[in-house]
């Protein structure tokens, strides 16, 4: 049983159009309750059925983007460079790679975001992966290059969007990445232990994609 986190799903919007009832001020003055209805000129406003009580909307800002808003810069081949919009004079934006992790039906099923760390450590890169809350965590999350030896993450947290490995690359895991077609994250579905769900991680694009990242300084951690 593999299940699916990212699918994508159709947006329904249910627009409830009634038709509004316009109520004519029924209260009498003194001396007014026999007199006849006044009617309606040409000169005056009358209401429509076929202009009810709509709203004509206010005008949007410039279309510039908002602090804290996530943005797709550019897509190399399979990866996404995602940013997040910073306060004016607090830097440039920073990004990160990204890409939907498919099976091997083509079915969306988790993601996978990727940046550089700082000089100077063990890990030259870190990703988050998130997968489907419905995974079997105990048998953790293993990747691995073009069919070679993989690797084994275990997962940090879960949350409503799903089960979360903070993963850091080596220099050398990199350079592995650049040089593969494709790697394969595996995880093992709680509803079927003894079954293993292989999502394919596309490598086109990602050497162009990862060197157009900036190195962040310590600072900006």
Same mark, same amino acid.
């Not at 316009?22 to 209260?27: E, I, K, L, P, R």
């Not at 279309?63 to 081949?77: A, D, F, L, M």
């Not at 440039?92 to 975001?113: F, H, R, T, W």
């Given at each position: 049983?593999?299940?699916?986190?990212?699918?994508?799903?159709?947006?329904?919007?249910?627009?409830?159009?009634?038709?509004?009832v316009?109520?004519?001020?029924?209260?009498e003055?003194?001396?007014?309750?026999?007199?006849?209805?006044?009617?309606?000129?040409? @000169?005056? /406003?009358? $209401?429509?059925?076929?202009?009810?009580?709509? &709203?004509? *909307?206010q005008? =949007?800002?410039?279309? #510039?983007?908002?602090?804290?808003?996530?943005?797709?810069?550019?897509?190399?081949?399979?990866?996404e460079?995602?940013?997040?919009t910073?306060?004016e004079?607090?830097? @440039?934006? /920073?990004? $990160?790679?990204?890409?939907?992790?498919?099976? &091997?039906? *083509?079915?969306? =099923?988790?993601?996978? #975001?990727?940046?550089?760390?700082?000089?100077?450590?063990q890990?030259?890169?870190?990703?988050?992966?998130v997968?489907?809350?419905?995974?079997?965590?105990?048998q953790?999350?293993?990747i691995?290059?073009?069919?070679?030896?993989?690797k084994?993450?275990?997962?940090r947290?879960?949350?409503?969007?799903?089960?979360?490995?903070?993963?850091?690359f080596?220099?050398?895991?990199i350079?592995?990445?650049?040089?593969?077609a494709?790697?394969?994250?595996?995880?093992?579905?709680?509803?079927?232990?003894?079954?293993?769900?292989?999502?394919?991680?596309?490598?086109?694009?990602?050497?162009?994609?990862?060197?157009?990242?900036?190195?962040?300084?310590?600072q900006?951690?």
């Open positions: 049983m593999k299940a699916e986190l990212m699918k994508t799903l159709p947006v329904v919007a249910l627009l409830a159009l009634a038709t509004p316009f109520a004519q001020d029924t209260t003055t003194e001396g007014a309750a026999d007199q006849p209805a006044a009617e309606v000129t040409e @000169d005056a /406003p009358a $209401q429509s059925a076929d202009q009810p009580n709509l &709203d004509l *909307g005008p =949007v800002g410039d279309g #510039s983007r908002q602090p804290g808003q996530t943005y797709i810069e550019k897509v190399t081949g399979d990866w460079r995602k940013c997040i910073l306060p004079g607090q830097g @440039d934006d /920073p990004c $990160q790679m990204y890409q939907l992790l498919k099976d &091997d039906k *083509g079915n969306s =099923v988790a993601e996978i #975001s990727l940046g550089r760390l700082p000089e100077g450590g890990a030259t890169a870190g990703a988050t992966v997968v489907p809350l419905e995974t079997l965590l105990t953790q999350l293993t691995s290059v073009d069919g070679g030896q993989g084994r993450y275990p997962f947290f879960c949350a409503q969007p799903g089960c979360v490995a903070n993963i850091g080596t220099q050398a895991e350079d592995g990445f650049k040089r593969g494709k790697a394969t994250v595996s995880i093992v579905p709680a509803a079927a232990p003894d079954q293993k769900v292989n999502l394919t991680m596309s490598l086109d694009g990602f050497t162009q994609s990862y060197d157009e990242l900036s190195v962040p300084t310590q900006e951690q």
